[in-house]
């Protein structure tokens, strides 16, 4: 194995090894193009949609399925308390998962869980036992696919470009939360056997694993490098493969036999039958023991706070307001449960429109921000985000998204304590969804910025704050509500999520950089400041490295030398 070493006494770099560097560095962060991450983008948001429905759809049946299986309210509400227990806990072992093992083997085994789960949900319903262990099942294979989308955009989109794919995936993210009360609400009001709600769900299930597997490409940058590298096992290829495979060699066999010509040897897919290509490095695959807990060292680390404070927070918001939606509208609005179901939607239009200008808002503000410091975008290679101000681009602006949110909430709580009319209700709930999904998008994008080498990690990590802090929320609302009432309780919790969440976005534009230079500074000498996704392409994809007495960092890649001041030095095998 060859090995960099330092050029410090060598007087320079020979012309081979200037050539030799910027080659290495010419190697572009992604192969994948523009019609195959929109391919990505439209397979993601397919694959994200399952969690949102499978939590909402279930919300409007909780008094069918009190009456049907002859037990309580509060017992049935455990099972919601289940749901995002598991919810959290999903993520963290499979969004981890897929860091190590890559993305396509653990969307396969979670979707196999979750078909499973709902086959059983539809032919188990008598049993209260089964359903709570069940829906534990169902969340364990459903929650995990958005922190896994994350960890795919950081895979493919240099962070420049990040909010393209982001704004579009949170599009069918959130279009579970519109069509799933719909669904719910519809069979509780027709009173037809709740088992069908499970049964839509499994052919929904059926549906996007079969879809995944045919089509969906393994990104992971340990797999397949930036993209150029053929994936080795079975799983890691799309199932279609095979297919487009027999048929290009059934195609030129005939040809063959028509024109009497030898085949070409040429043809094969991107990479080829080789195991290099020009722009990629095969690697020897490490074997790494899974750490399911490894995010919630996430969750100690300075610059990482404030941003999953800001995220819990507007999550929190969301799900509160979410849970008391059924109860108000009947006891104010005297409404059914069609109408109930009906009555989301306001919210979950705006949280679809905003989740799409976020996206674009996001691209607009790295521009602005890279603009103003007089840096150059590299759309090739992807930025070093060591030396950009990722968190000043991320949260331009948001200061004024938590000062509308707040107002939002405290006007919706106040316009059901005095029974207005309900047109009210339901626009500060549009113009709560726009800017709790802004939120909620810029700053999970932000968390993958600043953890890039673990981006599934990092946003499982945003899933257990935003779930912990979205079951607080939901098992105060009602006994809170009965104490304050409706007016000041939305008032209490617009002011201390909006000013907490002020203070974060205030710490997060003085100190995050601050501390997440210093956080890269500090690592364990075996990592790479910078390693990631947007670095990889230059020092290697095993990430194995030592250092000299001299404090300069070697790899065993050919490619560019780092010190650790960030200096870069060329070096050669």
Known sequence: MSTLRSTKESGGASPELSQEVEAQQAIAYTTFNVRQRRLLTFLLGLTTIISPLTATIYFPLLPLLTHRLNTTAQAINLTITIYIIFQALSPAIFATLSDSLGRRIVYLV???????????LALTQKSYVAL???????????????????????????????????????????????????????????????AWIFWFLLLVGVALLATVAGFLPETARNVVGNGSREPSRWWERTWM?????????????FLNIWTARPRSSHLTEKGGDSKTDGNAVVTKKKLKILNPLQCLKIL??????????????????????????????????????????????????????????????????????????????DRQQGDDINNFPIERARTRGSPYLIGILTCSVIGYGWALDQHSHIAIALILQFIQGVFQSSIYIFSNTLLIDILSDTPSTAAATASITRCALAALGTATVQPLIG?????????????????????AIWTIRAWGRI???????????????????????????????????????????????????????????
């Not at 922190?147 to 420049?160: E, K, L, N």
């Not at 706070?305 to 800001?310: G, K, N, R």
């Not at 230059?538 to 650790?564: A, E, F, V």
Request: charged share 15%; aromatic share 8%; net charge positive.
């Open 110 to 120: 979670t979707l196999t869980l979750y078909v499973l789960s709902n086959l059983g």
């Open 132 to 194: 709570l262990i069940l829906r534990a099942a169902q969340s364990l294979g459903a929650s995990a696919a958005s922190a896994i989308s994350y960890g795919v955009v950081a895979d493919v989109c240099v962070p420049a470009e990040r909010g393209s794919m982001v704004g579009p995936i949170s599009i069918a993210l959130n279009l579970g939360t519109c069509i799933g009360p719909i669904i719910g609400g519809l069979v509780a009001y027709k009173s037809v056997n709740y």
């Open 300 to 377: 100690f680390l300075k610059d990482a706070v404030p941003i999953l404070l800001v995220h819990g927070f507007s999550y929190m918001i969301d799900f509160s307001i979410q849970t008391s939606i059924p109860s108000a509208f009947t006891d104010l609005y005297h409404l059914n449960e069609l109408e109930i179901g009906l009555s989301y939607l306001p919210r979950g239009t705006g949280i679809i429109i905003g989740g799409y200008a976020n996206g674009i808002l996001m691209d607009r503000n790295y521009k602005i921000t890279a603009k103003q410091i007089g840096h150059r975008i």
């Open 515 to 573: 501390w997440r230079n210093k956080r890269v500074a500090g690592r364990p000498l075996s990592v790479v400041p910078g390693v990631g996704p947007s670095s990889e392409n230059r020092l290697g994809t095993d990430g194995t490295s030592t250092h000299t007495k001299d404090n300069t960092l070697i790899t065993n890649q050919p490619g560019t030398l780092i010190r650790q001041d960030g200096q870069h030095e060329s070096g050669r095998s």
């Open 483 to 503: 104490v304050l009432g409706r007016g000041w309780y939305f008032t209490l919790l617009g002011l201390f999520t909006g000013v907490s969440s002020l203070i």
């Open 241 to 253: 493969a095979p297919l487009r495979s027999g048929i290009v060699t059934i195609w030129y066999a």
